[in-house]
């Protein structure tokens, strides 16, 4: 069977929070075992960085899949090429993070590949990407890596624990893609939440949030006759620092977009689709703050 090994770099959707780190890795986990895809996956400040090795139709569908996924944008393949032996016989995934790292193996990866701002630097040169990969990969695997993942494993990660009364809030969901609702609607009731509003687009939630004002508020972006980014921008100008809590949620990771959703003062985003982890958490977040006020 002909083996094949992929490296590549993209940047990080920027505000990626450690529950999406975390499903990513636990995706990977389960996914690469049965794929006999093995490689190594670093997560940097701002950027992915992996290198991934297995039979071509694997790779090539699960490149195909990564590359679709909105967490991360920008790819740049820097290599492609097919390979005698395996060089990462098991599959890893870490959190680089140079000051947690063995300081001794620090300086010997920067002297080596040199500095950037947020780190070691990313050598757009094949050979010395798939060098500074293998490096950190041996590593790993000799344990000569002092305590570098800034990321918790998926599998020993604590549970979260959150004592939140759901029942208490309203909620509205504004989206105008009547399926993806309902599934939204679901979930919330499976998290807790009980009064539960909604609207299919920014006018008619305008209407329902004159009808019984809500403590948080789920909304896309996209819709018509009245969008996301306008219905806030109107509740903001109607409601000022009472404006119920905002949650965007959005296949959109456009810097200019993204910027006018923070100036509007949007709390949160999850990315579309929608993932029951990736909901409970962003809601976690948001509501505790509602609890501690
Ligand atoms: C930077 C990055 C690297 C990823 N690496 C892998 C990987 O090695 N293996 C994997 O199965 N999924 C990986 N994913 C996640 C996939 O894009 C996809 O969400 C996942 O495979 C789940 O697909 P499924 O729902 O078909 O199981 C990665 C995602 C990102 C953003």
């Not at 996956?41 to 694997?58: I, R």
């Not at 490149?63 to 599959?91: C, G, V």
Request: with cysteine; charged share 25%.
């Amino acid at each position: 069977m002909k083996l094949y090994r992929l490296i590549y770099t993209s940047d990080k959707f920027e505000y990626l929070g450690l529950a999406d780190l975390r499903e990513i890795l636990a995706e990977s986990e389960k996914n690469n075992a049965k794929l006999g895809i093995t490689g190594l996956l670093l997560v940097l400040d701002k950027k992915f960085f992996q290198v991934l090795e297995g039979p071509s139709t694997a790779l090539n569908t699960l490149y195909e899949k990564i590359m679709r996924d909105l967490r991360h944008k920008n790819p740049n393949l820097l290599s492609y090429t097919q390979i005698h032996d395996r060089q990462f016989k098991e599959w890893s995934a870490r959190g680089v993070n140079l000051a947690s790292m063995n300081p001794q193996m620090a300086s010997l990866l920067i002297k080596k590949y040199g500095e950037s701002e947020s780190g070691i630097a990313i050598p757009e040169d094949p050979w010395l990407a798939f060098s500074l990969l293998y490096d950190i990969y041996s590593s790993i695997h000799l344990s000569e890596w002092a305590d570098t993942t800034a990321l918790p494993d998926p599998v020993a990660a604590p549970p979260e624990k959150v004592l939140i009364n759901y029942q208490k809030y309203r909620v509205l969901v504004v989206e105008d893609d009547t399926v993806v609702r309902r599934i939204i609607l679901k979930m919330l009731q499976q998290i807790g939440f009980r009064y539960i509003g909604e609207a299919d687009n920014g006018a008619s939630a305008l209407q329902e949030v004159d009808k019984i004002p809500p403590d948080l508020i789920l909304c896309d972006i996209e819709m018509k006759p009245m969008d996301g980014l306008s219905f806030l921008q109107v509740l903001r100008k109607n409601q000022g620092d009472l404006c119920p809590k905002f949650i965007f949620l959005t296949g959109h990771t456009e810097a200019t977009i993204i910027n006018c959703a923070y100036e509007l003062g949007v709390d949160a985003f999850i990315i579309k689709p929608v993932r029951a982890t990736q909901l409970r958490y962003q809601i976690n977040q948001v509501v505790s703050q509602l609890d501690a006020g």
